[in-house]
């Protein structure tokens, strides 16, 4: 059975660091196109990056570009979001989700799979 488990959420203070883990299972991994999106309190889920089923293409956001870095490891069928530079607007629960496109948009309806979330908090 399909399941993608995020990890690495938490507290951290502004300008701090984090790195978030997806975690598959059940499917042909290096498939499937990963993509984070993020969803704040009262606000709509967006998309944050992207990268292929080989990691040879990666997106980002406008607003995490140059702070975040997407990245995965086909061996141990994990991508990972590094977020460095956190600001409180990054606060949300940030979730990942497999695509079977070559390289997905950040609309939801070009996803397979979904994970639970992870909840990052940025504040003093």
């Known amino acids: 059975q399909w399941q993608l488990v995020e990890s690495g959420g938490g507290l951290v203070q502004p300008g701090g660091s984090l790195r978030l883990s997806c975690a598959a299972s059940?499917?042909?991994?290096?498939?499937?196109?990963i993509g984070w999106f993020r969803q704040a309190p009262g606000k709509g889920r967006e998309g944050v990056s992207c990268?292929?089923?080989?990691?040879?293409?990666?997106n980002y956001a406008d607003s995490v570009k140059g702070r975040f870095t997407i990245s995965r490891d086909n061996a141990k069928n994990t991508v990972y979001l590094q977020m460095n530079s956190l600001k409180p607007e990054d606060t949300a629960v940030y979730y990942c989700?497999?695509?079977?496109?070559?390289?997905?948009?950040?609309?939801?309806?070009?996803?397979?799979?979904w994970g639970q979330g992870t909840q990052v908090t940025v504040s003093s």
């Open positions: 989700a497999a695509s079977m496109r070559t390289m997905p948009t950040y609309r939801e309806y070009e996803y397979d799979y």
């Open positions: 059940g499917f042909t991994f290096d498939y499937y196109a």
């Open positions: 990268i292929s089923g080989s990691g040879g293409s990666t």
